[in-house]
């Protein structure tokens, strides 16, 4: 299993990034997806996940109406649209294959700041 993460920036508070996760290793199409994160001094939280056609989704409360999770098999990648961005949201996002965070990446920083 192979899951590389990239997109994440410095962003004001309002802004807007769109997450990738590249993945590789295992059967992909077939796979649930997850976006977890970690902020600074914090334990990881789960953000979001995926069916492995897409149709069904999950979100936190906290990203709920923010955040888009979305996935093209074709190209195995999995994406995290993320909208009005809050400081809170400041954190490592990882995609995953559990809300444990298994399998996850290096990560990709995002920071929300003025």
């Known amino acids: 299993v192979q899951l590389v993460e990239s997109g994440g920036a410095l962003v004001q508070p309002g802004g807007s990034l769109r997450l990738s996760c590249a993945a590789s290793?295992?059967?992909?199409?077939?796979?649930?997806m997850y976006w977890v994160r970690q902020a600074p001094g914090k334990g990881l939280e789960w953000v979001s996940h995926i069916s492995g056609g897409g149709r069904t989704t999950y979100y936190a409360d906290s990203v709920r109406g923010r955040f888009t999770i979305s996935r093209d098999n074709a190209k195995n990648t999995l994406y995290l649209q993320m909208n009005n961005l809050k400081t809170e949201d400041t954190a490592v996002y990882y995609c995953?294959?559990?809300?444990?965070?298994?399998?996850r990446g290096q990560g990709t920083q995002v920071t929300v700041s003025s």
């Open positions: 995953a294959l559990d809300n444990s965070g298994r399998g």
């Open positions: 290793g295992f059967f992909f199409s077939n796979s649930w």
